[in-house]
């Protein structure tokens, strides 16, 4: 199956959220789809973020994440959504914030960047590193549709939706939907 990147995969707001929200249906095991899980759409990430995503000026160019370091951005990716997942929900733990320093400092570590484009992996410790050193707990959000991570930059931080061309547009449907049914009656 082939799968395309689009500008609502990059809702995040940050690379490191955008990474971390390429697990679809996180908590759903039977829906659950792992955006990384073929190398092909890992690879392709990188230049779908040098186009959608919101930190595309802050890193430049992108390149893909060299095989034998794809590992560690995976646990990146992981230890990403567990700290800022429990930042969200007022359950900060300092044992998820060490894995997530962990996990930088790995692939920090591994890095062979060396000029030119700087590798996927290396920019998403980075943007992870600013968001744990900047915390904004007050515009880091869960998107109430689909679950992944986003920022909201709003102005009175009132976004409730990940995207609302996707998400929010999906629930006003949805919404639509059930109180026309229940005008009409069963």
């Known amino acids: ?21 390429s697990i679809v249906l996180r908590f759903d095991p039977e829906r659950r789809i792992d955006r990384f899980a073929d190398t092909t759409a890992m690879d392709s990430f990188a230049e779908a973020a040098n186009r ?15 095989a034998e370091n794809r590992s560690r951005l ?23 914030l060490a894995d997530l320093l962990e996990a ?10 060396e000029g030119g484009p700087l590798p996927l992996d290396t920019a998403a410790a980075q ?21 992944w991570l986003f920022l909201d930059r709003s102005r009175n931080r009132s976004r409730t939706w990940c995207d609302m061309a996707v998400c929010g547009n999906r629930n006003k449907a949805k919404r639509h939907y059930h109180r026309n049914r229940e005008e009409v009656g069963p």
């Open 74 to 96: 995976l646990r990146l990716r992981e230890a990403t959504d567990r700290h800022f997942r429990a930042e969200v929900s007022d359950a900060g733990r300092p044992e998820f």
């Open 1 to 21: 199956m082939t799968f395309t990147w689009t500008a609502h995969r990059f809702a995040g707001g940050a690379l490191a959220l955008d990474v971390a929200n």
């Open 127 to 147: 943007s992870a590193l600013t968001l744990a050193a900047n915390p904004e707990p007050d515009r880091l959000k869960i998107c109430p549709h689909c679950g």
């Open 104 to 113: 930088i400092a790995g692939v920090l570590r591994g890095s062979k960047h």
């Open 52 to 66: 959608f995503g919101a930190e595309s000026p802050r890193f430049g160019p992108l390149a893909p994440v060299a």
